[in-house]
């Protein structure tokens, strides 16, 4: 008797073994002729040239080879590489149809996310240059800015900030402003400023140079922290007061999560480009359709698909999120 189970598992983690040995050899046209047609119009060589061959560099070295390959669910399947330089894990999400997402990670975490910040037209290159000087985060940037924020004027909320911490305050300001920056506010401790497109952020002293925090505006911290909380699986309360909750994993891994109180709060409208989101998470799990369950358990809306590769919610204080399988 053939065991259906084991022969289909097999043969799925073959085709993508078949992916990732493709992408090793830089061979575009393999890997494009194994795109599903939700990806005809992906040009791989670029994301091959700047995603791939730099992050595997980075986290596994030269030398490399393929240790282990397992199936996760019916899409998804997930490799351990191994090189000079350490270990990378690489996911390739596939449909019936063909490939549709990956990625390459440092290690296995269910939770992670990234910061989409929203931009117009034109401004990525501007905006991208500018961040990555600032700091090593997971960024991207997006379309349908709509208004810019106009920080303190509740008429044009900023809905999130970044807090970043660094080693030298005023060689850190000089460096802003030199590339585009606009500066808002001295509040002592920190200082506040805004990007190129407007959107506000924070400068600390600190030792390292680091993304500490991803400040969410809200009408209640402690409700929203509940919120983040459970989905991020951020347990720990740093910080409590009525109008500031500072929430992070147990393990102090950065960035945390801070919710505070802004009176007048406006919700943004996603996609009304009059009350845009300005900035927000992509989440990314292994199982998104549990992670879905969570969320609409603990208040999350799931919002009607406007285009894009992942789903839309919104958090209980309307802030949009994207709900992502690793690799989408």
Same mark, same amino acid.
């Given at each position: ?12 983690? %073959?085709?993508?073994? +078949? ?60 490799f351990q &590489? ?6 990378? $894990? ?39 240059? !500018?961040?990555?000087? +600032? ?5 991207? !940037?997006?379309?349908? $800015? ?13 809905? +999130? ?29 920190f200082r ?23 400040? $969410? ?18 347990? %720990? ?8 909750? &500072? ?6 891994? +950065? ?58 919610? &919104? ?10 399988m690793a690799?989408?």
């Amino acid at each position: 008797m053939v065991d259906n189970s084991r022969s289909s598992e097999s043969g799925l983690v %073959e085709r993508a073994r +078949l992916v990732v040995e493709a992408l090793e050899r830089d061979d575009v046209e393999a890997v494009a002729a194994a795109r599903s047609a939700r990806l005809a119009d992906w040009d791989p060589g670029p994301w091959m040239r700047e995603v791939w061959a730099v992050r595997m560099q980075a986290t596994a070295g030269s030398g490399r080879r393929l240790v282990a390959g397992w199936k996760v669910h019916d899409r998804l399947v997930r490799f351990q &590489v191994e090189g000079d330089r350490g270990q990378a $894990f690489v996911t390739v999400l596939l449909d019936a149809d063909g490939l549709f997402g990956l990625n390459v990670a440092a290690e296995l975490r269910d939770g992670t996310f990234g910061i989409c910040i929203g931009c117009a037209k034109g401004q990525h290159d501007e905006l991208r240059a !500018f961040w990555e000087r +600032l700091v090593d985060a997971p960024l991207s !940037f997006g379309d349908g $800015f709509g208004r810019a924020p106009r920080w303190p004027d509740p008429a044009y909320p900023q809905q +999130l900030h970044l807090d970043v911490v660094v080693p030298d305050l005023e060689a850190a300001e000089a460096d802003v402003l030199a590339h585009g920056a606009t500066k808002l506010r001295d509040s002592g401790e920190f200082r506040v400023y805004a990007d190129p497109a407007g959107h506000p952020f924070c400068l600390y002293p600190g030792r390292d140079r680091e993304l500490v925090r991803v400040v $969410f505006d809200c009408p209640d911290p402690s409700v929203l922290a509940d919120f983040w909380a459970g989905m991020l699986e951020m347990p %720990e309360r740093v910080e409590e007061s009525a109008d500031r909750v &500072v929430i992070s994993r147990s393990d102090g891994r +950065l960035p945390m999560i801070a919710l505070q109180r802004v009176e007048g709060y406006q919700a943004p409208r996603w996609p009304d480009p009059e009350y845009p989101s300005q900035l927000h998470l992509d989440v990314f799990f292994d199982d998104r359709e549990e992670r879905e369950r969570l969320a609409l358990r603990l208040g999350a809306v799931k919002l009607p698909p406007e285009g894009g590769s992942c789903p839309v919610y &919104v958090d209980p204080a309307g802030h949009p999120f994207c709900l992502c399988m690793a690799g989408e």
